[in-house]
């Protein structure tokens, strides 16, 4: 069973930055894609970014695009979130999903989610 666990969240001022980690335990994929998902206080869970582990092609959101990049580590299925330019309106829960199908994590509909890691921009 695989698992995700994310961290790095925090409190930070705008226009900060912040690098989120997501790390797969357990059996892992031989081709998958990996991605970010938030959720703000009182609004749905929207895409952030995913990345296909394979060709390393990545998808953002318009919301975040130019401000965000999405990274695969050294360490097999480990990825990674760097986020500059942090705005207000970045505050939220963001969580790390996978799957073998980029579509399907792009949709939101991957198997298998992180548990999340709470980051705040302050203004």
């Known amino acids: 069973q695989v698992q995700l666990v994310e961290s790095g969240g925090g409190l930070v001022q705008a226009g900060g930055s912040l690098r989120l980690s997501c790390a797969a335990s357990?059996?892992?994929?031989?081709?998958?894609?990996m991605g970010w998902f938030r959720q703000a206080p009182g609004k749905e869970r929207e895409f952030v970014a995913v990345?296909?582990?394979?060709?390393?092609?990545?998808y953002y959101a318009d919301s975040v695009k130019g401000r965000f990049t999405i990274s695969k580590g050294n360490v097999k299925n480990t990825v990674f979130l760097q986020m500059n330019s942090l705005k207000p309106e970045d505050t939220a829960v963001y969580y790390c999903?996978?799957?073998?199908?980029?579509?399907?994590?792009?949709?939101?509909?991957?198997?298998?989610w992180g548990q999340g890691t709470q980051v705040t921009v302050s203004s």
């Open positions: 357990g059996r892992t994929f031989s081709t998958h894609a």
């Open positions: 990345i296909s582990w394979s060709g390393g092609s990545t």
């Open positions: 999903n996978v799957d073998r199908n980029r579509d399907t994590v792009v949709a939101g509909k991957a198997s298998i």
